[in-house]
């Protein structure tokens, strides 16, 4: 699962570990410890309470590892980028019942989490589907969970931005003005890192014509209006291989025209900063049942 999911194990046990040591640091488990014996074992399943996009198997498995659950009790029934309905089980669980509850929190925190973003990743990619325009994330995610949430991003089927300040430069608003404007920005980037893929954010149609000029890779046009996208699509395509990534106040209901304006990008803070969690629980499966 891990080789499949395009994570760096080193990043899961990093971000595992600190979901854990939350947890720890006041202390063992009392609750578990005081009512769970030793040799207590279960069966239980991780189920879907709504439909959605699974997300963050690799990161669940890890957590199950570093509580020393066996492997031998795991079954995957999804992953990653799958779809699963209301009742659906993501993982079945067979083992001892003690580290099973310790690792239950940390587990579903993942997991709906990351299940939550390709979710609503997917809704944003359907609403566009068949425009060529794509899906893009930007860099407002969660401190720590950068890596796991533009992959969750890419399992919905949109695609990742930056993922940092240092593998693409992004000229904004500040670096315009504190520049002297976008021409002496772009030259200024340029002289320190050429090799780097330049962006530039414009406000208005006399910056798109400046970014243009000045041959930007790609135009970030931000808080525009239909008509006024339109037109800066059209200044753009004046050059072979200008992209325009379209940004600011975009809803799911306005994705679909902004996307027939030609841009080649839309951009979704919210698919990171502020989605809604999958809701996934972990049930005990009654011993009569089994």
């Given at each position: 699962?891990?080789?499949?999911?395009?994570?760096?194990?080193?990043?899961?046990?990093?971000?595992?570990?600190?979901?854990?040591?939350?947890?720890?640091?006041?202390?063992?488990?009392?609750?578990?410890?005081?009512?769970?014996?030793?040799?207590?074992?279960?069966?239980?399943?991780?189920?879907?309470?709504?439909?959605?996009?699974?997300?963050?198997?690799?990161?669940?498995?890890?957590?199950?590892?570093?509580?020393?659950?066996?492997?031998?009790?795991?079954?995957?029934?999804?992953?990653?980028?799958?779809?699963?309905?209301?009742?659906?089980?993501?993982?079945?669980?067979?083992?001892?019942?003690?580290?099973?509850?310790?690792?239950?929190?940390?587990?579903?925190?993942?997991?709906?989490?990351?299940?939550?973003?390709?979710?609503?990743?997917?809704?944003?990619?359907?609403?566009?589907?068949?425009?060529?325009?794509?899906?893009?994330?930007?860099?407002?995610?969660?401190?720590?969970?950068?890596?796991?949430?533009?992959?969750?991003?890419?399992?919905?089927?949109g695609t990742n931005h930056r993922m940092g300040l240092g593998d693409a430069a992004l000229i904004k608003d500040n670096h315009i003005e504190a520049a002297g404007g976008i021409t002496k920005a772009?030259?200024?980037?340029?002289?320190?890192?050429?090799?780097l893929e330049l962006e530039v954010e414009c406000d208005t149609l006399e910056q798109v014509r400046e970014a243009v000029s000045a041959r930007c890779a790609l135009i970030l046009v931000d808080n525009?209006?239909?008509?006024?996208?339109?037109?800066?699509?059209?200044?753009?395509?004046?050059?072979?291989?200008?992209?325009?990534?379209?940004?600011?106040?975009?809803?799911?209901?306005?994705?679909?025209?902004?996307?027939?304006?030609?841009?080649?990008?839309?951009?979704?803070?919210?698919l990171t900063h502020s989605v809604a969690a999958l809701d996934l629980g972990l049930d005990i499966i009654p011993s009569g049942a089994r």
């Amino acid at each position: 699962m891990l080789e499949r999911s395009g994570l760096d194990a080193t990043e899961i046990k990093r971000a595992v570990g600190a979901a854990l040591d939350e947890d720890l640091r006041w202390g063992p488990d009392i609750t578990t410890e005081a009512t769970i014996t030793l040799d207590q074992r279960a069966e239980a399943e991780v189920v879907a309470r709504q439909s959605g996009i699974v997300c963050g198997l690799a990161v669940a498995l890890t957590v199950l590892d570093e509580v020393s659950f066996p492997s031998a009790g795991i079954t995957l029934v999804h992953e990653d980028g799958d779809t699963i309905a209301p009742g659906g089980a993501v993982l079945h669980l067979s083992g001892p019942l003690r580290p099973l509850l310790l690792a239950e929190r940390s587990l579903l925190n993942f997991l709906t989490h990351l299940s939550g973003i390709a979710t609503a990743t997917h809704r944003w990619v359907r609403a566009i589907d068949g425009t060529g325009c794509q899906v893009r994330d930007t860099r407002k995610t969660t401190p720590g969970l950068r890596d796991l949430e533009k992959y969750a991003v890419r399992c919905g089927g949109g695609t990742n931005h930056r993922m940092g300040l240092g593998d693409a430069a992004l000229i904004k608003d500040n670096h315009i003005e504190a520049a002297g404007g976008i021409t002496k920005a772009v030259e200024a980037v340029r002289s320190c890192r050429p090799d780097l893929e330049l962006e530039v954010e414009c406000d208005t149609l006399e910056q798109v014509r400046e970014a243009v000029s000045a041959r930007c890779a790609l135009i970030l046009v931000d808080n525009m209006d239909l008509g006024t996208l339109r037109a800066a699509v059209a200044l753009a395509r004046e050059v072979p291989g200008i992209r325009v990534e379209a940004s600011g106040g975009i809803t799911l209901e306005r994705a679909r025209d902004i996307a027939d304006s030609g841009v080649d990008y839309i951009a979704v803070g919210s698919l990171t900063h502020s989605v809604a969690a999958l809701d996934l629980g972990l049930d005990i499966i009654p011993s009569g049942a089994r």
